[in-house]
């Protein structure tokens, strides 16, 4: 499947649509950058009367061992696929409150190591720039006034809580390979001291 992604990119077609739906609950686009994208996203995550996604997909649901009718699977379909993007790039967030306001889109996530470097306020050792924060609480705050949810990468255990404070939704704490990473290290350092 990932050699048909170019191929089918160059239809202009948005091929992560194209394989993830097959049995998926969610869908996270990274580095959205148009109120376009995000309706085209919609149109292709949801069914009508929301989207044009087709009706092929609880098929290969009932491989993998799910018993859901075909109708029950249609009358669920949107409410039960979360639709999320990630708010990136500078023309994203010049146009983050009608992003959120996209019907169909659920969350606005931010990945911020990739926001700042595109808004031109890198991430560094000193930790987040005043602009870059500015920036996330302006999505945070659109996500809040369309009504939907909002969710950050956060660095550590300070900008999470922070993150908390400010009011987002979702919050990523740890990766798998930080926490066996982090876990290992207990483990040899309790095994050599």
Partial sequence: MHDAVPAIAALGVSPIVLWTLELTEYVLVPLLRTVKEAEDLVQAAKFPPWGKRGFGSPYSAKQFGRTISSLDYL??????????????TKEALEAVDEIAAVEGIDVL???????????????????????????????????????????????????????????????????DYMAIEDSAKQSLTAATT
């Fill in 75 to 88: 009358n669920q379909g949107n409410e039960s696929i979360l639709t999320m993007v990630q708010i990136e």
């Fill in 109 to 175: 996530f931010v990945g911020p190591f990739d926001l700042g470097n595109n808004i031109g306020h890198r991430i560094t050792t000193e930790g987040i720039p005043q602009e870059l924060d500015a920036a996330l609480v302006k999505i945070q705050a659109a996500a809040a006034k369309a009504g939907k949810k909002s969710g950050i990468y956060t660095l550590d255990p300070a900008h999470a809580k922070k993150c908390q404070q400010q009011g987002f939704d979702m919050i990523h704490v740890v990766t």
